[in-house]
Structure formats: C-alpha cells, structure tokens
C-alpha cells in the first residue's frame, strides 16, 4: 500500500457493527421527558405532564377482573400466544373491520414494539416511515442497521401519508424492497385515513410490492368510533398491528400482536423463530385476562364510548385554544396527541432566543411547566418550530364515571375533570403570545 494512500475499510463483524448502531442512541424521548418531569416534581415544581402517551383511564373492570381469576396461571404458554386468546382476536378484527383471519395468522408479543422490532430484524427491506413519526420507530430501524426513508408531509394533509410522496420514493428504486408503517390514528399527529386515503395508499404500495404494518394501537380511540383498517384495502401486503395499551387503558400488561396474512406466513414464523429465542412467551396470567377485552360485550363498549367522547372533547379544546393563540393545528381524529407547530409566531419566539424545537420545549417546561416533546424526536427539522403534546394528565376513571352519572361533557366538564390539562393548555397559549 503507498505511504499516503488512505486506509483500506475495516471489515466489522455483525456483532460489532450492532454494538456501534446502539451506542449513538439515547433513551427514548417519551420516557426522558417522563423522567425530567419527576425530578421537577420532586422538587417542588407544578408540572402538567404532556409529554408521556400514557392511556388516562383504568383498566376496564371486566378485564381486571378476569386478571384477578388467572392469577395463578403459570405455565410457559406456546410462543405464538395463548390459542384461546388468538381465536378471540379473530373475533375481535372480524367483528371491527369484517376480515377473517385464523388462530395461525396471529403472533402475540410483550407489546407491539418488541413485535415492531423483530419484524424489521426478520424483514430485509428499507423502512419507510412519514415524518412525523412515533420517536421508537427510526431508532430501531438504526439498532438493526436499516435504511430509513423519510416520507415528507404536509399539514393541509393532516401530516399523513399521501399516494404521491409514497409513489415518489417507489419509484427512485422500483424493486427495492420496502416496509411502510402506517400509523392511524397518527402519534404523533392524531392523523386518521378515510377509506379513500387508503384505497389510494394502498394501490401505489400493490404497485410496487411495498409491505404495510399497519400500526393500529390507537384504532379504539378513534373518536368516530369507526377506525378502518388498511387491510381492508391491501389484504395480501398489510400486517395489522394492535394491542390493548391504548385503548383498554393497559400500557403496562405489555401485551400486542401482529396479524398476518397468509401470504406473509414466512415473515411470522421467522418472527416466532427470533421470538423463541429472546422473551419465549408473553405472561400467561395476562394473556388468558386480556381475552375478555377482545371479546368486547356491552360493559368494553360503555367504556370505549365514554373514553371517545372525553378524549374528542379535549382534542377540541386544545387545537382551538392553540390556534387561537397562532399556532398551526392539523385535524386530529383520535388518540391522544397534538402536534402543534409555532413556525407562524416564528419572529416574535426568535426575539425570545427561541430558534428551535427543543429550546421551545425546554423553554415551556422550565417557564410554564408544562411538559412537551420536541418536533425534532418525531423526525422533523429541528428549526421547525413544533412539537408534540398528549392530553392524558388527568384522572380518566373519574370523567368516565362522571360521564356515566349524567354530566354535560363541556368546558367546564373539562375544568372540572381534566385541570391539568385545561392549565396547561392555556399556560402554552399564554407563554406563546407572550402574556
């Protein structure tokens, strides 16, 4: 080799190149915040938290209830699931959105992000996700070495995908292999599909042989009550992904799964393989409890109703106070996240030394205490001036009760039921007025 010839590459192994992948990351946004929150608490500060997407309301007692029945079920359960609790998803997506599946078609995890993780470290495309995005979906991407393909959105369509930007990336490498998440209800955005949307999504995505997770974790919590699956439109390309998280209230019983379609049978026994060897089963006592939340019945649907109503109302209540206070909202449909974005305020926020989206959160929460995310952890620029709040500190058991005792859901319902929320909020349209 010449004296001034650059080094030859350094062949890395696997291991190592995995070992550098996850050295540049971070802890998650979501959870960071939740921390830095604590330790203001603890110290004596008034914090709204609007930072971490925790469901606000309880577990529904008919599924606490059944919990408390299987409490003593301890064996190792097959590493598909729990045969009981797959037939009753099939009933479940059948009787929401008219697909048949099998028991065979269903893989259930520890919650869909370890599923999320193990399809992307089973599947060998690129991914394909829009900015914004939920904080966890790049990073894992980046743990596994994936390329990510970042699809722009705009706010006139609701910050979701459009056929036009995804038909664009398709066609710089038509036979590329691609995974697109397609989050709807959105977080961060609470962005949600029509069917036409999908219809159309779902011909450019046939067209160029683009598998879809389709990530459904908020689909309860569409406020309409009438979320549409994109397997609907795309049977044969479309992984449904959904668990009780979201809208059972049930972050913490850590239970998902992935619905395949036959066609896709290879990519779910390669996930089961990896599963095998990584968390081996999901915990039998919650698995045989969160049967009876799939089962529905008339006590889940009382539930969802009263959830749907509080969440519409107070989704209402922020985008029009942070409009009025000149930020951009985009529509939100369901869930519980806002994305609100300050660029048109963007000179008087520049006066204030305020240039980008984490100096605009962590000037929120050190002068307000009101606890946000920054644009930036969602893929956006970070001179963007966005970021994303969840509406969720509040006592949801508390409204839902109220709700059911005959109380008008209004502003001073809100008020009443959902202070932290309601201060918060105004606190935000204050501070960005500068009043």
Known sequence: MLANAPPEPLELSPSVQLNLNIRGLGLSATLAINERSAELAKAGRTVRRLGLGQSPFPVPEIMRRALSDNAHQKDYLPVQGLRPLRESICGYLERTQGLNFDPEDILIGPGTKELMFLVQLAYYGDLVIPTPSWVSYAPQAQILGRRIIWLPTEIETGLG??????????QDDPHRPRLLILNSPGNPTGTTYTPDNLDRIAQVARDHRVLLLSDEIYGGVQFDGDHVSAARHYRGGTIISDGLSKWAGAGGWRLGFFAFPKSLSWLKDAMAAAASETYTSVSAPI???????????????????????????????????????????????????????????????????????????????????????????????????????????????????????????????????APNVVEGIEAMARWAEGK
Request: net charge negative.
């Open 287 to 417: 698995q045989h409890a969160a049967i009876a939340g799939f089962d529905g019945g008339a006590e889940m649907d009382a539930y969802l109703e009263r959830s749907r109503a509080v969440l519409k109302a107070l989704a209402g209540f922020v985008s029009d106070t942070l409009t009025a206070a000149g930020a951009e909202v985009n529509p939100i449909g369901g869930g519980f996240y806002a994305f609100p974005n300050f660029d048109p305020l963007k000179d008087r926020l520049a006066a204030r030394g305020i240039e980008t989206s984490q100096q605009l959160c962590e000037r929120l929460l050190e002068e307000t205490g009101v606890a946000t995310l920054p644009g930036s952890a969602f893929g956006r620029p970070p001179a963007e001036l966005s970021l994303r709040l969840a509406y969720v500190d509040f006592e949801g058991g508390a409204a839902m009760d109220a709700l059911a005792a005959g109380e008008t859901l209004d502003h001073g319902f809100l008020k009443r039921h």
């Open 161 to 170: 995908v459009t056929p036009r930007a995804l038909k664009a990336v398709c």
